[in-house]
Structure formats: structure tokens, C-alpha cells
């Protein structure tokens, strides 16, 4: 079996973990992918999830940098249709009640055209990311996936041999 080959069968095997998991471990799986892409440093309190009742739709926070000078809002939906662009706009609206500008909506599904061209139209800024993306955010820096063969290759390397010896 080829590298690919390996590389999409972990692809499809995480696709098909998160959409089995309960929604607030696929919350907690997606706050773990935006803290490992960097947002909110290495900061403890850098991604928090909202109570259950009574968070507008919104399943968490993260600091999009280490001072936590903006918050982004986040949206995680597993589903297994597609997201349209009511949703979108729904989540685009609780972004006012909290007074946020940015947004990242992810999904185990996909995102409709018309989803997708909604955030080109509007003001605040909202990142989509389907179960694909998401995927391939997860095994791009080790959330829910580990390496387990590195192959090193080696070449000679010129300039330690063209170094001028001090005696």
C-alpha cells in the first residue's frame, strides 16, 4: 500500500470517527484542531466551550492570539448533509451577540454554494471548513493521528567539507 493510499485511508477513518462521536466531543476535537493550528498560543484558557443551553447556537471561543487580543467565534456542526446558507447566516447573526467580527464554522459535511457565497458578502469574517478540510487539518498537525514510520534521508553536505580547518 502507497503512501496515498495510506494517507486517505486514515483521511476516510477520521471522517467516519467524527461523525460518530457525540457532539461535544466533536466540539472539544474542533477547539483541539484550532489550538494545535496555533490560535490562542499555548495559552490554557486559549479555547472554552459554551454551557449547553443558552449559547445561541455558538460552541465555543479561541483567542486568535496569545495576548487574546480578538476572539474567534466557533461553530461545529457533525452532520452528515450539507450545510446551507441559512445556517451560515444564522451563525453570521449570534456573532453580534457577542460582539465578535470573526467566525470559523466547521462541519463533518459539506457547505453549500450558496453558503460558501454568503461569506463573500458579508462584513465579518467567516472561515468554512467541511469534514475534508477538517480532516486533513487533523492529520496536518497531529490531532487524532500519529506518525508512524519517518523515513530520513540523507545527503552529503557540502559545505562542512569546504570548511577552512583553524590550526
Given amino acids: 500500500m502507497g503512501p496515498l493510499i495510506v494517507h486517505a485511508n486514515a483521511h476516510e477513518q477520521l471522517l467516519e470517527r467524527l461523525r460518530e462521536m ?15 493550528m496555533g490560535y490562542g498560543g499555548s495559552v490554557a ?5 459554551t454551557a449547553r443551553s443558552g449559547d445561541g447556537g455558538i460552541d465555543g471561543f479561541i483567542k486568535e492570539d496569545k495576548l487574546g487580543l480578538d476572539v474567534v467565534v466557533v461553530q ?3 452532520w452528515a448533509n450539507t450545510v446551507g446558507e441559512k445556517e451560515v447566516r444564522e451563525f453570521a447573526g449570534s456573532l453580534e451577540s457577542h460582539r465578535a467580527r470573526k ?8 457547505f453549500s454554494g450558496p453558503a460558501r457565497d454568503y461569506v463573500k458578502m458579508i462584513e465579518k469574517r467567516i472561515v468554512l471548513i467541511d469534514g475534508d478540510k477538517l480532516a486533513e ?14 523515513i530520513r534521508l540523507q545527503r552529503i553536505d557540502t559545505d562542512y567539507f569546504e570548511q577552512d580547518v583553524d590550526l
Fill in 76 to 78: 461545529a456542526k457533525r
Fill in 45 to 49: 484558557d486559549s479555547a472554552s466551550m
Fill in 22 to 36: 457525540d457532539s461535544v466531543r466533536f466540539e472539544r476535537v474542533v477547539l483541539d484542531v484550532l489550538v494545535a
Fill in 137 to 150: 487539518l487533523m492529520m496536518d498537525h497531529d490531532v487524532g493521528t500519529s506518525v508512524t514510520r519517518t
Fill in 103 to 110: 467566525g470559523v464554522f466547521i462541519t463533518t459535511a459539506q
